[in-house]
């Protein structure tokens, strides 16, 4: 049986959306709202330039997930609530920890805090992820 | 809403791409992986633009409500099992309800849609349970 224990307590993986990427999730979504795209729709919004996808943040937090569990288990669940927009250029940190390890009914599952920092550590996005580790 | 589409290399090729993963992995019969939130480039509808908002926002939360603007809001992504190149996903999406909530910036609305995935099959690949934050 696989365990949580042999896996490090914490992740972290640092990204910078670029302008190419938001515009690649939206084409690759089907998603046409403006903000994503269009700069002036975006500052028409209050927003600073366009802002990056919910669902693409979400994707970060994925791939944290999935590089932290490597082989040895797949991503089950994963709740993310975006707290505060994110933009092209800006550095963020997907940070993912341990919460809570196994049952004796499911021994390999596996609960992830997650959260997105910008880097002022303002908190773009936090969620949870549910991650069933192999039986060996 | 119900629709059906074919799951292709490309497909998942372009959505890795987008997110910035690495190549995708191949099954052992030479079949792409998708990652773990792939069924995203199947969540909103391929309706003409002239069916869209005038901010171009999804279809799916053009609910008669007093706010235009849609800003960050969250979701609970769940992956029951993988998805391959040839597969063909089954997407059926509904509005679960609309919430409305006094904030400090004034009046928001919580719009939730929920959309379902399942293969050629009949097994259910995912469920996104998605927010959107709607405002004036």
């Known amino acids: 049986m696989s365990n949580a224990t042999s896996l490090p307590k914490t992740h972290r993986l640092k990204i910078t959306p670029t302008e190419t990427q938001v515009f690649m999730f939206s084409a690759v979504t089907w998603n046409r709202h403006q903000i994503h795209f269009d700069l002036n729709q975006a500052k028409k919004e209050g927003f600073p330039a366009v802002a990056v996808q919910r669902g693409l943040l979400g994707n970060f937090l994925a791939r944290m997930v999935t590089e932290w569990a490597g082989n040895q288990g797949r991503l089950e669940r994963l709740q993310w609530k975006v707290l505060q927009s994110a933009f092209p250029g800006q550095e963020l940190e997907c940070i993912g920890q341990i919460k809570e390890t196994g049952s004796s009914v499911n021994p390999g599952r596996v609960i992830l805090e997650v959260r997105i920092l910008n880097s002022e550590d303002a908190v773009i996005a936090s969620g949870e992820a549910v991650v069933q580790l192999h039986e060996r | ?136």
């Open chain 2, 1 to 136: 809403m119900k629709r059906s589409y074919l799951v292709t290399e490309r497909d998942i090729r372009r959505f890795s791409q987008a997110i910035g993963a690495p190549e995708p992995r191949k099954a052992a019969d030479g079949r792409l992986i998708a990652e773990p939130l792939f069924c995203q480039v199947f969540m909103f509808e391929d309706v003409p633009v002239s069916e869209l908002a005038s901010d171009g926002s999804p279809k799916e939360i053009n609910v008669d409500i007093p706010a235009k603007r849609t800003v960050g809001g969250g979701s609970d992504f769940e992956i029951f099992g993988p998805v391959f190149s040839g597969d063909t996903l089954t997407v059926h999406s509904k509005l679960k309800g609309v919430t409305e909530k006094s904030g400090k910036s004034g009046t928001l609305f919580l719009v939730q849609v929920e959309t379902e995935f399942t293969n050629q099959q009949g097994q259910q690949i995912a469920r996104e349970t998605a927010t959107y934050v709607k405002r004036d």
